[in-house]
């Protein structure tokens, strides 16, 4: 089992659409979660970070956290094409005190909007 | 501000070849880290140096060596090249407390090809 799980994809939704993307992970004392957007032929980019149960947004990004069930997940509300782009799930291993600076990330789940 | 800037590139070498990636972290940030994204394996964590001292190290061989210059620059050495380390090898910094949060800022990457 990998330790972190994601859908490759690609995942194709219309623009204005919702676009779910999913993220399971086995460690289940990582603490802390992220999502990072990789566009074709640049570095990745933290998008959303979260660390407790439940939902956090920060503009058209809703983070969704369930430890219980070691699943993280990331919505994009009214899907633009420019969020066309590689979505990086990673979260930090446990005990991070002594992993420090090492994030295990997913392959990403390709997310192609549509006009 | 300045990203985090890397070089080259590009790289090409062949097998049993040494290759030296460089990095310049973002003003500020005394944390770098090192990446390998390899066709199909996503993100491994290499290395991460702080303050010029080694912090923690991914798994990998010890060919995979670096160091962190007192201007917080890096370099990473790959020796006795393989045709799998054929990959994007990305540099990341961050303030202190993004070695907690996971804030990391990526550079543009580096390529390396293993002829």
């Known amino acids: 089992q990998k330790e972190v799980e994601q859908n490759s994809g690609p995942l194709s939704v219309p623009e204005g659409a919702i676009a779910s993307l999913n993220c399971t992970y086995s460690?289940?004392?990582?603490?802390?979660f992220f999502w990072y957007r990789q566009y074709s032929g640049k570095s990745p980019e933290l998008i959303m970070f979260i660390y407790s149960n439940g939902d956090k947004e920060d503009g058209r990004f809703t983070a969704q956290l369930n430890k219980a069930s070691q699943y993280v997940s990331l919505l994009i509300r009214d899907s633009q094409p420019s969020d066309s782009a590689t979505y990086l799930c990673?979260?930090?291993?446990?005990?991070?005190?002594?992993?420090?600076?090492?994030?295990?990330f997913g392959q990403g789940t390709e997310l192609s909007v549509k006009p | 501000e300045a990203g985090v800037t890397q070089s080259p590139t590009h790289l090409i070498k062949t097998r049993g070849q040494q290759a030296t990636l460089r990095c310049s972290p973002i003003?500020?940030?005394?944390?770098v880290y090192w990446y390998q994204q390899a066709l199909g394996l996503g993100l491994q964590f290499l290395l991460w140096?702080?303050?010029?001292?080694?912090?923690n190290r991914g798994n990998f061989p010890p060919r995979f060596s670096g160091r962190q210059f007192p201007n917080y620059s890096s370099e990473l050495n790959v020796n006795a090249l393989e045709l799998e380390d054929s990959a994007l090898y990305l540099c990341?910094?961050?303030?202190?407390?993004?070695?907690?949060?996971?804030?990391?800022?990526f550079g543009e990457g580096s390529r390396l090809t293993v002829l």
């Open positions: 003003s500020g940030h005394t944390s």
């Open positions: 140096y702080d303050e010029g001292e080694e912090r």
């Open positions: 990341a910094s961050s303030l202190v407390i993004g070695v907690l949060t996971g804030e990391l800022f």
């Open positions: 990673a979260v930090t291993p446990a005990p991070y005190y002594n992993q420090g600076g090492k994030l295990i």
């Open positions: 460690d289940r004392g990582s603490q802390s």
